[in-house]
């Protein structure tokens, strides 16, 4: 039997409560372990957080200019939520947030959009409109959250409570 993992996430919603779980399961033999997880068109990011680019004008969007800005783009319900926590774990709402990552690579804007998608401008990136676009591309439509290394980590279930206070409020639960 070789190392083996399996990598599984689940959202639930009931009311305002949302619980996201990220469950690993390593198998191991002889006391050797290893952790296999998917893997995309870009290499690992490091773990630097984004740091605004420097703008006169940096600022942090509200959770309902984020949401309002993501619905706009098409993302609803659930998809809503993600999308909202995923830019806050990501930007923190800063869309002039900037992060050099160690591949080389650059994140920016509100999703931490990765300089990789060449089909999005930096200045696309740095537009939260084009921004929620884009990352409703990425995401095919809010179904897969992959590409961000934050979902990867958890780090935007924190902010999904908000998020999802924010859509019942705006009369749009998921």
Not at 8 to 13: A, G, K, P, S, Y
Request: with cysteine.
């Amino acid at each position: 039997m070789t190392p083996q993992s399996l990598g599984m996430r689940v959202l639930c919603t009931a009311g305002a409560l949302v619980l996201g779980i990220t469950l690993v399961v390593t198998a191991a033999l002889g006391g050797a372990s290893a952790t296999v997880g998917l893997s995309g068109a870009v290499p690992p990011a490091t773990s630097t957080p984004a740091t605004p680019a420097p703008s006169a004008e940096a600022s942090e969007l509200s959770v309902g200019e984020i949401g309002s800005f993501a619905a706009k783009a098409g993302f609803s319900g659930t998809s809503l939520a993600m999308a909202i926590a995923v830019a806050l774990a990501e930007s923190n709402g800063n869309p002039d947030a900037t992060d050099f990552d160690g591949n080389g690579t650059v994140d920016s804007g509100l999703w931490q959009i990765n300089s990789v998608h060449t089909q999005f401008s930096p200045a696309c990136d740095y537009d939260p409109l084009c921004a929620a676009e884009a990352a409703f591309s990425i995401s095919a439509g809010g179904t897969d959250w992959e590409p961000w290394v934050t979902y990867q980590h958890g780090a935007e279930i924190p902010f999904l409570p908000e998020a999802t206070a924010y859509i019942e409020s705006a009369g749009s639960a998921p």
